[in-house]
């Protein structure tokens, strides 16, 4: 196998990175020193040592009460959400007069919160790519309950990225007088694909909303929200600094907010509502959308995750995640069984060209089989590697990735037993003698080279 010095005469400046290096030795030591081979960074982000530290400290040196109040432990919860607040729009550069960070659960939260309260109507459109996360795709059940159409854009092999000429067309779709909303992902959760940013304008000028899930790109890649402006911005903390979970934000246009409208009140969200007057008024801004209580404690250790990315410095660890899936792409690209079959298929691109660091693909034996994602993972989980197979939530990248119909889709769907129920194992019966899902393999923060060589040499034990 190819040794560092290959790599390194191929990817010279990943030398440049070896801060990264130091810092994993600091502050990720768990990694080595219980011999885990973690390569699952779409799925989350892993937290640094001080960060929970950090944390604790603030936790054990001051007395936090519930924020909606204001008694001095009130105010002191307050204060900190309000300061994590600003510091999610200062790491993302959005201008206070424009943005608005609405703290939720995770993603999904944010997700769900525009998709609920979207004013989708007849004749409006919900358009989105095939190449989505579920949680975004979840999005059109409330666009058919209101009537609005529902369409979605394909994503080409090999690339699996979206035709431009295509995309013109279907934003000239929008109805005029109506609420558009256009969502797609800043990056793949499947593929890595990034999709070009420069669609939120094209899709503004012709009258759209714009949905950017940043979930899978955040962790890698700046976002300046003073040079794009995408109207709404989902995104999970754990996948960028791995803590804390259970925390995520809606960052929103207030213009574009201020189009929402809530289906129901919560505490919290109010500033008056009455039970025998039927009336509510929600408040303005982010406490409209945070519905009961915040995670108060957790959301001071969000500043704090910002603060360690800030520190080490989103372009470098972009660079670095660069060469790494390069030198995996390249190696597992050509890696072939004894009869001449290539080992690995990977969906999407092959270069790292605007793309991410995860690699999806299948295995193949010798006889150009795919071999079962379970066994894949199985057998990775005996060499303590940490990778992710199945659709990873994204099934219309799936569908176009492992070449799944409509018309097979539609037969396994439709059959008696399925029309209430249907388990993963019995989709993969129905998509008979296919792969119904891939592996994938994610590079992030503090990997490095041993890892990537790790799941290579896994690879090679595959081969026949
Ligand atoms: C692109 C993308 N969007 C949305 C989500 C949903 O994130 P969460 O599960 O944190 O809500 C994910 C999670 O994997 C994702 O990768």
Redesign the pocket.
């Known amino acids: 196998m190819p040794s560092y010095s290959d790599f390194i005469s191929k990817y010279p400046a990943y030398d440049k990175t070896h801060n990264i290096d130091e810092l994993r030795e600091r502050e990720y030591g768990r990694l080595d020193r219980l011999g885990q081979v973690y390569l699952d960074y779409?799925?989350s982000g892993l937290y640094a040592e001080s960060q929970v530290r950090r944390h604790q400290e603030l936790l054990l040196g001051s007395v936090f009460g519930n924020p909606h109040s204001s008694n001095p432990t009130s105010l002191a919860a307050t204060q900190l959400i309000e300061s994590a607040r600003r510091a999610v729009l200062d790491f993302f550069h959005a201008s206070p007069d424009e943005y608005i960070v609405v703290f939720t659960?995770?993603?999904?939260?944010a997700?769900k919160l525009v998709g609920e309260a979207y004013p989708f109507s007849k004749g409006c459109h919900y358009l989105l790519t095939f190449d989505?996360?579920n949680?975004?795709n979840g999005i059109r059940e409330f666009a058919h309950v209101k009537g609005a159409d529902v369409t979605y854009i394909p994503v080409l092999l090999p690339d699996m990225r979206v035709d431009e000429i295509m995309l013109a067309t279907y934003l000239d779709m929008e109805t005029a007088g109506c609420a558009n909303l256009f969502a797609f992902?800043a990056?793949?959760?499947f593929s890595s694909v990034q999709h070009p940013l420069e669609w939120i304008e094209k899709a503004h000028a012709k009258g759209w909303d714009v949905l950017l899930?940043a979930?899978?790109?955040t962790p890698t890649n700046p976002l300046d929200l003073s040079r794009v402006k995408p109207d709404f911005v989902?995104l999970?903390f754990?996948?960028m600094f791995g803590y804390p979970t259970g925390s995520?934000a809606l960052v929103a246009r207030k213009s574009a907010l201020g189009k929402l409208h809530r289906p129901w009140f919560a505490g919290g969200t109010i500033t008056v509502a009455s039970v025998q007057g039927d009336k509510y008024y929600l408040a303005d801004g982010p406490a409209g959308f945070e519905d009961g209580t915040l995670d108060y404690l957790n959301i001071p250790a969000i500043e704090i995750g910002l603060k360690h990315l800030e520190s080490i410095g989103v372009e470098l660890i972009h660079e670095r995640v660069r060469y790494l899936t390069g030198w995996l792409l390249d190696n597992l690209s050509v890696m072939k069984h004894s009869s001449g079959v290539p080992l690995a298929r990977v969906y999407g691109p092959l270069t790292t060209e605007k793309r991410g660091g995860a690699v999806t693909l299948n295995f193949f034996d010798k006889n150009n089989y795919p071999i079962d994602i379970r066994l894949v993972e199985k057998a990775a989980n005996e060499h303590n590697i940490s990778l992710r197979t199945g659709c990873?939530?994204?099934p219309g990248a799936g569908e176009i990735a492992l070449q799944i119909s409509r018309m097979e889709l539609a037969a396994c769907f439709s059959q008696s037993d399925h029309v209430q129920r249907l388990t993963y194992d019995d989709f993969r019966t129905c998509i008979d003698d296919k792969a119904s899902g891939a592996v994938r393999i994610s590079v992030g923060l503090v990997s490095n080279f041993e890892d990537v060589q790790a799941v290579l040499k896994f690879a090679e034990g595959l081969m026949e």
């Open positions: 779409t799925g659960q995770n993603a999904s939260g997700l989505n996360h949680s975004v992902p990056q793949s959760n899930d979930a899978a790109f989902p999970s754990y996948k995520g990873f939530c994204n």
